[in-house]
């Protein structure tokens, strides 16, 4: 048995919210109406500086020396057809890609201010407007519903269409219900709704609706009744602007002056400033098709909440060191990682322990680590071979390598290891020692290590390219050699993973990531957005999202099939993401 040495309980947590405003491109600071078109670029209207269109890298901004009707906009959204409709103090522009049209009083609007436009599932779209009620858009002008119609005020902030097909909409003075174009019911404070002054609405997952107030905080309808939610409940501010329901189940709520609260139902948690918002004031939310939750904001232009957290383990360096080589979970889902500093410390989501060889470990960096199919963790060092770790305690088995950089596991239960200057060697359980088999590559320098379903290793040199080791302890063992010659990018492999077709996928050092499909090597670079060709580590995650570990950071690739020969897109993590 061995003692714990040290351990700790502090880390520090940051939220991703990345600033788009003035600097980046934006055009004006006052963000109040948000919108992802069928591309996934992110269209934004400003208070006094038009519209925006935001693709992932450069805003292209429209005004009304580009054709639309004012800079005041209040509203966005992308119709069935793929055209843009914005509403603004002065009118409705609809622009197809090219070029605006423009729609006021004199085409029948009932009011040139357009707080919110929606469109229903049979593709009608429909106006909110500032005093003229709501309208429906119709071969010949408008069909205006205003007061004379049943419509409970004609100051209309925002609407919605529910799972029946009945509208919702929201006024200065209450809630009406439309279905079949005729008012069947209007909601009060009376009825229950908490505040009769409307700003925004929102349908869950379940087809419940929530309802955004200025004075009353949020509630939500649930074909009964209405179940309010405040600031004594934990809501930031019961003054809420805005209001979105995510993919996830939550509610989120942007507030006047108090930041946004998220609901996951049952707590709020508030982000305000201080955790990393661009502005108290939230006017508009949006999630996009990767799941990202955008904030327009009331002077400090927009933010990106990635939904990830990047967490620092850096409270105590003394502990932990200041680059981490490896870790990995195990089935106790307790994270150990190997550090600069030597050693391996162990997280067990509130406190740090960390081995050396006071516990029978090594004080060696550990480079490497890896779980087999007998939950046994091995460990490779810098210096100090292999040690293994059985659940009770660490053993030093006999090794004529120390360097120590990859393990794998074959199809026999035979690990095997990936050495610098020893090439590649694996474990006899029967004499409980690692052994070096008779064949070996021409570069005995190997940087990385994988062992595929047909029990065929893999192995990535410093120089010599590519190894495949087929049956390597057999007597028919059998080591091919693929280089620059044979189509690869790179002679230096520092990273394979496979994906779940089979496609072998290498990180290089200079060209980048390569795909092996068993016959051809395709390669891409940073000429296909890469942060950079030096490539130090590839991992699948359970989306089979491929991430690459470079030294400007990490890059997520996704794929448009499942056998990933086509990249969907890249998205880039870097110290603006919260990624150091």
């Not at 995510?246 to 930041?259: A, H, R, V």
């Not at 080591?479 to 496979?498: D, H, K």
Request: charged share 20%; with cysteine.
């Amino acid at each position: 048995m061995f003692y714990l040495t040290a351990s700790f309980s502090t880390y520090a947590q940051k939220y991703n919210f990345r600033t788009y405003s003035l600097a980046e491109g934006l055009p004006q600071s006052q963000a109040y109406a948000l919108c992802e078109d069928k591309r996934g670029s992110l269209w934004i209207g400003t208070r006094g500086g038009g519209i925006s269109c935001f693709d992932g890298k450069n805003f292209t901004n429209y005004t009304e020396q580009d054709g639309l009707i004012n800079n005041y906009v209040r509203a966005i959204i992308q119709d069935n057809q793929g055209n843009i409709w914005i509403g603004t103090d002065e009118g409705i522009s609809k622009y197809d890609g090219k070029t605006f049209s423009s729609y006021t009083k004199l085409n029948g609007l009932p009011d040139n201010a357009v707080n919110a436009i929606i469109q229903d599932r049979k593709g009608n779209l429909w106006f909110c407007t500032d005093k003229g009620g709501i309208c429906k858009m119709v071969k010949n002008g408008f069909k205006v519903f205003s007061k004379p119609d049943g419509l409970i005020n004609d100051h209309v902030i925002c609407a919605i269409e529910d799972v029946q097909g009945d509208i919702w909409i929201g006024t200065e003075n209450g809630i009406s219900r439309m279905r079949n174009d005729k008012i069947i019911n209007n909601y009060t404070t009376k009825s229950g709704l908490c505040s009769n002054i409307l700003r925004g609405m929102a349908i869950d997952k379940s087809g419940m609706i929530w309802f955004a107030t200025y004075t009353g905080g949020i509630c939500k309808y649930d074909g009964s009744g209405f179940t309010s939610y405040r600031a004594k409940d934990g809501l930031a501010s019961n003054a809420v602007l805005s209001i979105l329901c995510d993919k996830q189940g939550n509610i989120w709520c942007g507030t006047t002056c108090c930041g946004v609260s998220r609901f996951d139902g049952k707590k709020f948690t508030t982000f305000t400033e201080n955790e990393g918002l661009c502005n108290n004031n939230i006017s508009a939310l949006l999630q996009d098709m990767e799941g990202n939750i955008w904030l327009g904001s009331s002077g400090g232009g927009i933010c990106r909440f990635d939904n990830e957290r990047f967490i620092n383990f850096m409270e105590k360096p003394t502990l932990l060191g200041s680059v981490v080589y490896s870790f990995l979970e195990d089935s106790s889902k307790n994270i150990w990682m190997g550090s600069s500093i030597g050693g391996v410390t162990v997280y067990n989501g509130n406190s740090y322990t960390r081995y050396s060889e006071k516990d029978g470990f090594t004080a060696q960096k550990v480079r490497c680590i890896f779980r087999d199919s007998k939950n046994r963790i091995w460990f490779g060092t810098l210096g100090d071979g292999i040690y293994i770790y059985d659940g009770k305690k660490f053993t030093h088995p006999a090794s004529k390598s120390s360097f120590i950089v990859g393990i794998t596991e074959d199809k026999r239960g035979t690990i095997w290891f990936a050495t610098l200057g020893g090439g590649v060697s694996y474990y006899s359980e029967k004499e409980s020692r690692i052994m070096r088999p008779k064949i070996q590559p021409a570069q005995n320098r190997v940087f990385s290590i994988y062992a595929d379903k047909n029990n065929t290793l893999w192995l990535g040199t410093s120089g010599g390219g590519l190894c495949k080791f087929q049956h390597p302890l057999d007597s028919d063992a059998l080591m091919l050699t693929y280089t620059t010659q044979n189509g690869m990018s790179s002679n230096i492999i520092r990273s394979i993973v496979a994906d779940k077709t089979g496609n072998l996928w290498l990180g290089s050092g200079g060209g980048g990531i390569m795909r092996y499909d068993g016959k051809n090597f395709k390669s891409y670079t940073g000429k296909n957005a890469l942060a950079s060709n030096n490539i130090y580590l590839l991992q699948f995650d359970r989306g089979n999202n491929l991430w690459v570990g470079t030294e400007k950071g990490m890059d997520r690739i996704s794929f448009t099939n499942p056998g990933n020969s086509k990249i969907k897109n890249i998205r880039h993590y870097g110290r603006p993401e919260g990624f150091n």
